[in-house]
């Protein structure tokens, strides 16, 4: 199986609208509502944003919303900041042997 | 609040075994499965494997079939992941995670380093 495709950069100015994808296939992002987007900055865990495609954990700003279409996910990171710089990665649970896949990830620059 | 500290950073010889810990606390330790993610220096996540705390039921990627044991210890709430015949390209940090479908909190990871 291969990870799920994410752009390898995305860019955008302070307070601009930045929105990354996730392409997955009809046995993963397209079959399955358990679509999650994680951040991670250098040296750092992964900090869940976003899970089940859309809803947010407690803390996390409702800045970051997520949606899905087909078999492409989506993160749109609304009102950009500095502290957004970061790289994001997408999972999809795949109900195979192999139940959990990550996206290659995204580097987010803030100009 | 959930919490999973994980043990400290190792340096291993090619060919050698390496047994990191997860601890967990703040939830019921047998209610959510424990994974590993693993990530390579300037390298994406990988996911290896997770454990059924309850069960100890394991599922590994194909990649890593025969050469990783996870187990677990419900009375202490740990479990860990044992990744034997080591080499080089295996330095990386690996992470623990919780989670049912996918992972929502994660270990801060422990750094391996396979050096001769």
């Known amino acids: 199986q291969s990870a799920l495709t994410q752009p390898a950069s995305v860019s955008g100015s302070p307070g601009q609208s930045i929105t990354i994808s996730c392409t997955g296939t009809s046995s993963d992002v397209g079959d399955y509502d358990y679509v999650s987007w994680y951040q991670q900055h250098p040296g750092k865990a992964p900090k869940l944003m976003i899970y089940?495609?859309?809803n947010r954990p407690s803390g996390v700003s409702n800045r970051f919303s997520g949606s899905k279409s087909g078999n492409t996910a989506s993160l749109t990171i609304s009102g950009l900041q500095a502290e957004d710089e970061a790289d994001y990665y997408c999972s999809s649970y795949t109900g195979s042997t192999t139940p959990v896949m990550f996206g290659g990830g995204t580097k987010l620059t803030v100009l | 609040q959930v919490q999973l500290v994980q043990s400290g950073a190792e340096v291993k010889k090619p060919g050698a075994s390496v047994k990191v810990s997860c601890k967990a606390s703040g939830y019921t330790f047998t209610g959510y499965y424990l994974h590993w993610v693993r990530q390579a220096p300037g390298q994406g996540l990988e996911w290896m494997g997770r454990i059924n705390p309850n069960s100890g039921v394991t599922n590994y990627t194909q990649k890593f079939q025969g050469r990783v044991t996870m187990t677990r210890d419900t009375s202490i709430s740990t479990t860990y992941m044992e990744l034997k015949r080591l080499r080089s390209d295996d330095t990386a940090v690996y992470y623990c995670?919780?989670?049912?479908?996918?992972?929502?909190?994660w270990g801060q990871g422990t750094l391996v380093t396979v050096s001769s």
């Open positions: 089940e495609v859309r």
């Open positions: 995670a919780r989670g049912r479908m996918t992972t929502d909190y």
